[in-house]
């Protein structure tokens, strides 16, 4: 009876030494989640115009925010999309967790974004869609109403009938599309513009002004042009310049850079049409974060980032000089 | 004592986990609670002021900064007084080593550009608005400082800068002078504050714009906002609002203010997380261990306790075939059991001795009413033989006095209690011959024996007290003959003893009348005596059973148990 006594009491102890062991072990397991941050690559069209530069700098103030691990890539030309799927499937390579993605082309890059998706990377869009299904959010303008709007700008602006020409870019961007869409909707509505023609040009100012340059010398009727982005606006600008034609022609332009902003003080350019690239960079990489922390629930199908008319009148009105002008 | 009234509580080493668990509980609960809030205020409080102390270092910085740049108006100022070459040497110098301002320039009363000195950028031909020179606060003062504005005189070139511009004394064309400058020296060193993991600092004017920001291109961005105008509202000092604390402090010589944003939450809500942790982790194993506790009392105390209760229950139900194991256990334990021990012993002994005194009693009473046995009987007895003799009944008188003879001597037998059943017998028909002289022949009897029985003892006088009573009570009244049946026989264990008459009977008035009444003077040992005698010698199980009838007769049942020679001596 005796001996039976101690044993119980041994097994007693035993009893309570592991359940205190695994108290401190539960205890000890819960709170270690600070590793090595998560890795982003920001994959997009370009990173020449101030545009991407701007998102960018979005981009990299969510990455330092989120303790992110972001790299950004780019193709040499806004419209070599075999370029940007190897750029994809690099940053795969690479290790990265999310893709934020701005697509050359709409539908010749689904296929590279599917294949990484497919690996289970996430993807968010921003700026310019793609044509997949595992896109987790699109953040970026509604570019049929920006569209819409540039139309506007020149209807208000511009008096008498109207004989616009439109610089577009490349004819599988799916933004420059909407774009044009939503302009000639507005036009037609209008009952007093007329579309004299559309041209395709690259995203190079060089090219545009080229093409612009043709343009109006074999239409010399047309006083509106339409340019749907920045290089485009650029270069139609300068044509513009050259001819000389600031007075006679309405010139719409596309996001921001310093020399569309001269261009707006001069007169070649009447209004510009401006985007909010660095929001899209911030909200881009945020919600790869969001994805990554198992927040996928929380991002909306379509993030619709604000966009604003600038002229003459308003440029350097404080809404204005924060939307145009980056601040170091 | 009744206990059906008596509250029953629960097992002892349940209530003593429940009631360790509670105390824990409540008391980890209240420890916990106040030392939570003691934290938090504590928290809160230091919060405070390490954001007070923060925004006083970048107000003590910034302040040092507006003082250079005063500095550098004054000697800009100055440098108006010297003509051409020299002052334009002059200013180059200073912006080569004042890295942060943009441009010197001097306007008209009416803010138009007469002189800007800038490196490296020449101002437009055609300034389409100069947000430098504000011509409301140039009405009004002799200086001012601009909020924040894009630098909008040169061509391809717009830095965000702040305007200090003072007026020029006595001078016809150029009554204004002005420095643009960037925030390049001081925005690194205010990025740079950090209050807690997520705080920072801003600079705003007087006014609620933000001069300079961290985080200026999100506020600019529409991601971020600040709520500088509810800020403005408010004097220096430090302001806690659910979450974020606000620290707000002048600059010296300034219109700008330091603001020092900290989040209350995130520096308290993590100490909490992790406290709340160890006290769960400390909840958890004292339940564990008030478990263990529990589990070992119920070892050492418990069953030891009920061991003890068992064995007092057994002992209840059987006291005189208890035999007692001591409980081991705790000393508290030992002492009740060892007491428990000697009351078992204390009472077994008590039981034993009054048993012996009960049979003792008996036997001497058994005597007595032996001694006494029964002069009247005697008298008839003898009057019978006496009367035979005169009548010439000679042989008759001798089985008379035979049988007088034989019952005597069985009744006496050597003052024995136990006798074989052949004597009792025997004696039982010497008395039925006896009566049966007496009664003159007025019933008739028949034995009906199990030989095997005949050697067992038995109670002597067992059958004569009942075979009297079946005469006297049930033949004597009769008219006709009546006649009685004994018979012996075994019962599985048992002999059984049956005597049956079919005189007048009883009613069950008188069955237990004859059960429960002590003998009279009349009668001779008496009913109940065997009935006890029986149950005295060999328990509650043995005895007298009488079934009766009125009118039908009696029927007596004997039961006692088979009791061979040898085997109850000592009775």
Not at chain 2, 66 to 83: I, W
Not at chain 2, 134 to 155: K, L, M
Not at chain 2, 382 to 393: N, Y
Not at chain 2, 464 to 489: K, R
Request: with cysteine; hydrophobic share 40%; glycine share 6%.
């Amino acid at each position: 009876m005796k001996q039976n006594n101690t044993r119980t009491r041994m097994a007693a102890v035993l009893l309570g030494a592991v359940l205190a062991g695994s108290l401190l072990l539960t205890g000890c397991m819960a709170p270690t989640t600070a590793g090595s941050p998560h890795k982003v690559a920001l994959v997009v069209k370009s990173s020449e115009t101030q545009f991407f530069l701007s998102m960018f700098a979005g981009a990299e103030a969510a990455a330092t925010e989120y303790n992110i691990d972001l790299t950004i890539t780019a193709p040499d030309s806004e419209e070599d999309y075999e370029a940007q799927n190897l750029l994809v499937e690099q940053a795969v390579s690479d290790g990265a967790e999310v893709i934020v993605f701005s697509a050359t082309d709409y539908e010749n890059t689904a296929s590279a974004i599917d294949a990484a998706a497919q690996k289970g990377i996430g993807i968010i869009a921003i700026d310019s869609d793609v044509d997949s299904k595992e896109v987790a959010t699109y953040i970026g303008t509604d570019n049929y109403a920006a569209g819409c709007m540039a139309a506007q700008a020149a209807l208000e602006r511009a008096q008498g009938q109207l004989n616009v020409g439109i610089i577009n870019y490349g004819l599988n961007s799916a933004n420059g599309q909407e774009r044009e869409r939503g302009a000639r909707d507005t036009l037609e509505q209008s009952g007093r513009a007329q579309v004299v023609q559309v041209v395709h040009t690259k995203a190079e100012a060089q090219a545009a002004k080229a093409d612009t340059l043709a343009l109006l010398q074999e239409h010399p009727e047309i006083n509106v042009l339409l340019a749907f982005n920045e290089p485009t606006s650029v270069g139609a600008a300068e044509a513009v310049r050259e001819l000389d034609a600031a007075d006679t022609v309405f010139l719409v332009g596309f996001d921001t850079n310093v020399e569309t902003v001269d261009d707006l003080q001069t007169g070649e350019v009447d209004a510009l049409i401006v985007q909010n690239p660095y929001a899209m960079g911030y909200l881009g990489v945020e919600s790869a974060y969001k994805w990554l922390t198992g927040r996928a629930g929380e991002l909306e199908p379509t993030v619709d980032t604000a966009t604003r008319i600038v002229d003459r009148e308003n440029l350097f009105a404080m809404d204005s000089q924060k939307a145009l002008f980056a601040f170091n | 004592m009744s206990p059906a009234r008596r509250r029953r509580l629960p097992r002892l080493w349940v209530m003593l986990v429940g009631m360790v668990a509670g105390v824990t509980a409540v008391v980890l609960f209240a420890v916990s609670t106040f030392f939570i809030a003691q934290y938090r205020a504590g928290m809160i409080q230091s919060a405070r002021t390490a954001s007070a102390q923060a925004c006083n270092q970048v107000a003590v910085t910034v302040a040092r900064y507006v003082r250079d740049m005063n500095e550098v108006m004054d000697l800009v100022q100055t440098s108006m007084e010297y003509e051409g070459a020299d002052r334009d040497e002059f200013l180059r110098d200073l912006l080569r080593v004042r890295s942060d301002v943009v441009a010197v320039t001097t306007y008209t009363e009416n803010g138009d550009l007469v002189d800007c000195w800038s490196l490296d950028h020449e101002p437009r031909d055609q300034i389409l608005q100069n947000l430098s020179f504000d011509a409301e606060s140039a009405a009004s003062a002799d200086s001012y400082v601009t909020p924040p504005h894009v630098e909008t005189i040169f061509e391809s070139y717009y830095p965000w800068v702040v305007t200090m511009a003072n007026r020029l004394p006595g001078k016809e064309t150029a009554a204004w002078v002005s420095l643009d400058l960037s925030f390049s020296t001081i925005s690194e060193y205010i990025s740079n504050v950090g209050i807690g993991a997520h705080g920072y600092c801003f600079l705003m004017d007087r006014d609620g714009n933000v001069v300079y920001h961290p985080q200026q291109q999100l506020i600019y961005s529409g991601l971020k906002s600040e709520d500088t105008a509810h800020l403005a509202e408010l004097p220096d000092g430090v302001w806690t609002e659910k979450t974020v604390i606000y620290s707000i402090t002048g600059i010296e010589d300034s219109t700008w203010r330091v603001v020092g944003v900290s989040y209350v939450d995130e520096l308290v809500d993590l100490s909490v997380k992790a406290m709340l942790r160890i006290c769960l982790g400390v909840a958890a194993t004292v339940l564990a261990a008030a478990l263990g506790t529990g589990w070992v009392l119920s070892r050492i105390l418990s069953r030891p306790l009920a061991a003890l209760a068992s064995a007092m229950e057994r002992f209840e139900q059987d006291a005189d075939h208890f035999a007692y194991e001591p409980v081991s256990g705790t000393r508290e334990v030992e002492e009740l059991s060892d007491s428990f021990g000697h009351m078992v012993h204390r009472i077994q002994h008590l039981m034993a001795t009054v048993r012996e005194e009960e049979v003792n009693l008996r036997k001497t009473e058994l005597k007595a009413l032996q001694a006494q046995i029964n002069p009247h009987f005697l008298y008839n007895t003898l009057d019978s033989i006496a009367w035979m003799c005169e009548q010439g009944r000679n042989a008759d008188a001798v089985n008379m006095v035979h049988a007088l003879a034989r019952l005597f001597r069985i009744s006496i037998s050597k003052g024995h209690e136990l006798i074989p059943i052949r004597k009792e017998l025997e004696h039982a028909e010497s008395y039925l011959q006896i009566q049966k002289y007496r009664y003159k022949n007025q019933f008739t009897y028949d034995f009906k024996v199990d030989e095997s029985c005949l050697d067992c003892l038995c109670n002597k006088i067992t059958l004569q007290p009942i075979l009297e009573n079946a005469i006297a009570h049930g033949l004597d009244l009769m008219v006709e003959p009546g006649h009685i049946d004994v018979e012996v026989c075994r019962d599985g264990k048992d002999i059984l003893f049956r005597v049956q008459d079919d005189g007048v009977g009883m009613d069950e008035e008188q069955v237990r009348h004859i059960l429960h009444s002590e003998p009279g003077d009349r009668t001779g040992i008496g009913i109940k005596n065997v009935n006890d005698r029986l149950r005295i010698y060999f328990g509650e199980g043995y005895g007298l059973r009488i079934e009766s009838e009125p009118d039908e007769g009696t029927c007596v049942e004997i039961r006692m148990p088979q009791v061979r020679e040898g085997e109850y001596e000592t009775k």
